[in-house]
């Protein structure tokens, strides 16, 4: 062979080699490759090493298999009770058919901004504006649920769905901050009411122990008093039986018993009393004074 035969077979064997490398494909991972054979569907491709026939096979369509977030532009709705606002959307979804995301529907984002805008305004037409602002869960779901349904078909799964915000008209929005802001000051109010009640009440309560206190206090004092003067009857009524005990123990005559009903006459005649009523048993004022001298006369002797 001659040399313009080598180069002619290097050529081509360098061409062949360029189009066995071109058609080598590798499918990174969360992604698939839509695969068409003489312009019909094929296979789809997942991660790894993959060869194409080169003039017969298409990479239809590359499909990422992450999870997807679109934010849809503010949508104008109206409730129920003829109130305009902007509602915009977050939607979160993932393909979970790569063929059927390819084949079934052109432009699926459009077509899920479409029906969202829809089944926003189906939904926000059957509500108040004041339903629509407390109930963003229950709106959520119901068009996560519709969407779900109508995208099945496309290969895709709606995962949440989010509104992200509610702009009603600025009159009602002065309005609401007005009424928002008088609420604020009737709660204000009540909590100065609760406080100042609370207070009143616990001064109150405060006085009350107070008066408890010095009362129990009068009370112990009086009782403590009341023993003190008990005791010391007790204590005397005590001594004069122990006196009377130890006299009788001691056998007295006659002379000595005078001589103390005479100190006790004494004792009798010193109070203020106006009438003296004098034992019978003394036998006259006469004898009882020559008795008790008799009886200092023997002491002494």
Excluded: C
Excluded at 151 to 169: C, F, H, Q, S, Y
Excluded at 254 to 263: C, H, M, P, T
Excluded at 271 to 278: E, P, Q, V, Y
């Amino acid at each position: 062979m001659s040399v313009i035969s080598y180069i002619i077979l290097g050529i081509v064997a360098l061409i062949l080699l360029i189009i066995i490398v071109r058609n080598i494909k590798v499918v990174p991972q969360a992604h698939a490759f839509v695969i068409e054979r003489l312009g019909a569907y094929h296979q789809t491709w997942g991660t790894g090493l993959h060869l194409k026939i080169p003039f017969i096979d298409r990479i239809s369509k590359k499909v990422s298999l992450k999870e997807q977030v679109v934010d849809f532009p503010p949508q104008p709705v109206i409730t129920r009770d003829n109130v305009t606002m902007q509602i915009d959307t977050v939607v979160y979804f993932e393909i979970t058919d790569p063929k059927l995301y390819t084949y079934g529907v052109e432009r699926p984002l459009d077509a899920i901004e479409n029906l969202t805008a829809t089944t926003l305004r189906n939904i926000i037409g059957d509500l108040e504006l004041d339903s629509t602002l407390t109930s963003r869960d229950t709106i959520n779901d119901k068009i996560r649920i519709i969407l779900d349904e109508a995208t099945d078909a496309w290969g895709i799964k709606v995962i949440r769905v989010e509104l992200k915000n509610i702009l009603p008209p600025r009159e009602i929005q002065d309005a609401m901050e007005k009424q928002m802001k008088a609420e604020r000051e009737r709660r204000a109010r009540i909590l100065d009411a609760e406080g100042e009640k609370r207070s009143q009440i616990l001064v109150a309560e405060g006085l009350k122990e107070s008066e408890i206190l010095k009362a129990d206090a009068v009370k112990e004092t009086k009782i403590r008093e009341a023993e003190g003067e008990a005791q010391a009857i007790i204590a005397v009524q005590k001594a004069y039986a122990d006196a009377l005990r130890m006299l009788s123990e001691a056998d007295p005559s006659e002379k000595v018993i005078a001589l103390k009903s005479l100190e006790a006459l004494q004792k009798v005649a010193d109070g203020k009393a106006t009438k003296l009523i004098i034992p019978s048993d003394l036998q006259g004022v006469a004898g009882l004074a020559t008795s008790v001298k008799e009886l200092v006369t023997d002491i002494k002797e």
